[in-house]
Nanobody
Framework: QVQLVESGGGLVQPGGSLRVSCAAS????????MGWYRQAPGKQRELVAV???????NYVDSVKGRFTISRDNHKNTVYLQMNSLKPEDTAVYYC??????????????WGQGTQVTVSS
């Protein structure tokens, strides 16, 4: 019913920038929170950033001042602009969205993940 498709991951040098995107499609009535999680090898998945329907944002402390989350409600898309990247930012990044479906039900949906590698 709903798909979240991510794009924009890749390899970047320390100090570099990267933007990842996630577009939701399907039987969507409206989208509440959208956000990004990441999971590094051997570590638990952690919340990186979240943005509400109204545009309020929250970030994990380790990315504050470096990452910016934004969304385009017309395109049902969330973005994560990552600047001043560090090797410790290396992880698979997953987008998620809390979605009201046409028909009235709601649920959390996840993207397939996109690899971000920060290395020289």
């Amino acid at each position: 019913q709903v798909q979240l498709v991510e794009s924009g991951g890749g390899l970047v040098q320390p100090g570099g920038s990267l933007r990842v995107s996630c577009a939701a499609s399907g039987s969507i009535f409206s989208i509440n929170d959208m956000g990004w999680y990441r999971q590094a090898p051997g570590k638990q998945r952690e919340l990186v950033a979240v943005i509400t329907n109204g545009g309020s944002t929250n970030y994990v402390d380790s990315v504050k001042g470096r990452f910016t989350i934004s969304r385009d409600n017309h395109k049902n898309t969330v973005y994560l602009q990552m600047n001043s990247l560090k090797p410790e930012d290396t992880a698979v990044y997953y987008c998620y969205a809390n979605i009201w479906l046409v028909g009235g039900s709601t649920g959390d949906y996840w993207g397939q993940g996109t690899q971000v590698t920060v290395s020289s």
